[in-house]
């Protein structure tokens, strides 16, 4: 059974993470350029979500061992130190933010800032993955490096529970892929095809008769390493082993889910933001709760989110 937030709605909500010392749920709102998040607990009458409107649009973002966020916006990677404070870039990327802009990304479990980026025009596969690692244990400045590319919607970021594969799709091309992942010394080889998903249908509409499974958006990793993915227009989460065989279809109450996260005290409650912005007013009326945040319990728990360390 799923429940919706209340007061959640965005026009493209991203980069769900549950965060355990406040007890409360993180996420974005791309092209509403905010960040929110609730106060006081989900489902209370006192609960309520709070806004933090930007210059820019955010792609994605993770909490700060020490404080605050870690955000990735059109040009870069920006460091808040608190709810609202102000935004200091850390990390520029070159690339031309007039038509591209980070997208999906995380932490990994050693601290380490993860942001995949976008090309909006989807003309061509010139994404890419990119590490930050700003870490001040390990005697090296902070460093952006780029891990893959040859990507057109960098999304589905996700690593296993013993940190020896990532997770990386692209939406664009209805493909999840996969790398040995060596976390300590941070290098991907053996790159291969994790899920290849069908093309939409040429004339598919949310109305008619053609099957279409919908495209890999964001995703997440529960604790027994199952791969859990949104898939965009297909109105469903993915549960995929380990081998990349699909295991769960679960439908969902909007054609739109954008990413899951794990969440409460014992990560049993999986959220799912969602999309509205240029759907159909059919379909909205239809699934009025496109664009919210939505919520259910599930048997397998997943992972505490990783926090940026610097």
């Not at 989460?237 to 679960?250: F, H, K, N, Q, Y």
Request: proline share 7%; aromatic share 10%.
């Amino acid at each position: 059974m799923w429940t919706t937030l209340e007061d959640s709605l965005c026009e493209l909500g991203e980069s769900p993470f549950w965060h355990p010392h406040e007890r409360s749920l993180y996420w974005l709102d791309i092209p509403g350029r905010a960040v929110l998040r609730t106060r006081g607990e989900i489902g209370m009458p006192d609960a309520k979500v709070e806004r933090w409107a930007l210059a820019t649009e955010p792609g994605c973002m993770a909490p700060a061992r020490s404080g605050g966020l870690v955000i990735a916006l059109r040009d870069g990677i920006y460091r808040a130190r608190e709810w609202g404070g102000e935004l200091v870039a850390v990390a520029r990327v070159e690339h031309d933010a007039r038509t591209m802009r980070f997208n999906d990304g995380k932490c990994d479990a050693l601290g380490r800032f993860w942001a995949g980026s976008l090309n909006e025009a989807k003309d061509q596969a010139n994404a890419a993955l990119y590490c930050f690692d700003a870490r001040t244990d390990t005697g090296v400045s902070p460093t952006l490096t780029q891990m893959a590319n040859e990507s057109t919607t960098g999304n589905g970021l996700a690593f296993s529970p013993d940190a020896s594969t990532l997770y990386w799709a692209d939406t664009a091309a209805h493909v999840v892929c996969a790398w040995d992942w060596g976390s300590e010394a941070n290098s991907l080889s053996h790159a291969r095809v994790f899920h290849q998903f069908e093309p939409k249908p040429q004339g598919w509409t949310p109305d008619s008769s053609l099957r279409y499974e919908g495209r890999p958006d964001g995703a997440t990793v529960d604790a027994e390493g199952h791969y859990w993915v949104a898939m965009f227009e297909g109105a469903q989460l993915l549960r995929l082993a380990p081998s990349g065989e699909i295991v769960a279809s679960v439908p969902v109450p909007v054609q739109c889910p954008t990413m899951p996260c794990f969440g409460g005290d014992d990560l049993k409650t999986l959220f799912v933001t969602s999309g509205r912005k240029g759907r159909p007013a059919a379909e909205i009326e239809r699934l009025p709760a496109s664009g919210t945040v939505i919520s259910m319990r599930v048997d397998v728990p997943g992972l505490p989110v990783s926090f940026f360390e610097d």
